[in-house]
């Protein structure tokens, strides 16, 4: 039986995270539960059944296994245990399993940033406003990331390391990945920036203006790479009847293919502009 598997505890995060080895064959595990670390040390045996788990999973394997071991034998214990509760709670949240390479991408930016902020210095993130428009359900778990780290090393956290978890999170559901989030992300601000430029009026990052356009760019965006643009049977009337909108709107392309290397169809363009119009609209302008 599984629960009467012996394992033996290899190195011991904190009193909820703990590495440990089969006895009888190899095979490591990581398991995080409450208070499952307490009383135990590095070399115990211990039943399965004697822990009280509420998530398991494999440390990495392939590839990137020696950068994960490599990082667990350079990061303190205790950031590696706090940040694998982090994973578990993300994962519980979504009831869905994460890239397992988010264990080395997000332990490594927690060390770093818990140094940075003990040093007294904070990194800003010029993409706070779009990050928490575009991955709303990332950034309030991200959010809960944060209020464990600050609990955990009596540590202000600043709100831009909010968005930058959020990333991590968003990259590890998403097969695109951590770069692709951050590149789509610059992508729509600066998108958003010409937008405001060319209207000549800056968008607040509250406003139901600002996260209709922050959104219909991320689909916008999916749709080009994608090849999935739709036909557009107002597209004639959309260029005679909203030309300055258009005009933006083919602005906007060029930055989209210039940046993606993709082809915006004028279809595409003419969705951009009809929206732009309803903007233009409710802002009265």
Avoid at 230 to 259: D, V
């Amino acid at each position: 039986m599984a629960e009467s598997e012996k394992f033996v505890i290899r190195k011991i995060f904190n009193n909820n995270v703990i590495l440990a080895e089969k006895a009888s064959a190899e095979g490591e595990l990581i398991f995080v539960g409450k208070g499952i670390g307490f009383s135990h040390k590095a070399g115990d045996q211990v039943l399965k059944s004697e822990l009280k788990i509420d998530k398991e999973f494999a440390p990495i394997v392939g590839e990137k296994r020696e950068n994960y071991i490599q990082l667990l034998e350079e990061v303190d214990s205790k950031v590696i245990g706090v940040t694998e509760e982090i994973i578990a709670m993300v994962s519980s949240e979504l009831e869905e399993d994460l890239n397992q390479h988010i264990r080395i991408g997000l332990t490594d930016h927690i060390a770093f940033s818990l140094k940075r902020i003990k040093d007294g210095i904070e990194v800003a993130n010029p993409f706070l406003a779009e990050t928490r428009t575009l991955y709303n359900e990332e950034y309030r778990l991200a959010e809960k990331a944060v209020e464990m780290l600050s609990e955990r090393f009596e540590l202000e956290i600043p709100e831009s390391e909010i968005g930058f978890i959020t990333f991590h999170i968003h990259g590890a559901r998403n097969e695109k990945g951590l770069s692709k989030t951050l590149k789509n992300t610059t992508v729509i601000k600066e998108l958003v920036t010409e937008v405001e430029n060319e209207l000549g009026q800056k968008l607040s990052y509250e406003s139901l203006n600002y996260a209709r356009l922050v959104n219909h760019l991320r689909f916008a965006l999916e749709r080009i790479e994608t090849d999935a643009s739709n036909p557009n049977p107002l597209l004639e009337n959309i260029k005679e009847n909203f030309s300055f909108s258009f005009e933006i709107a083919e602005k906007l392309a060029e930055i989209i293919e210039e940046k993606f290397n993709s082809k915006v169809p004028e279809a595409e363009k003419g969705y951009l502009a009809l929206h732009l119009q309803r903007l233009k609209r409710d802002l009265k302008l």
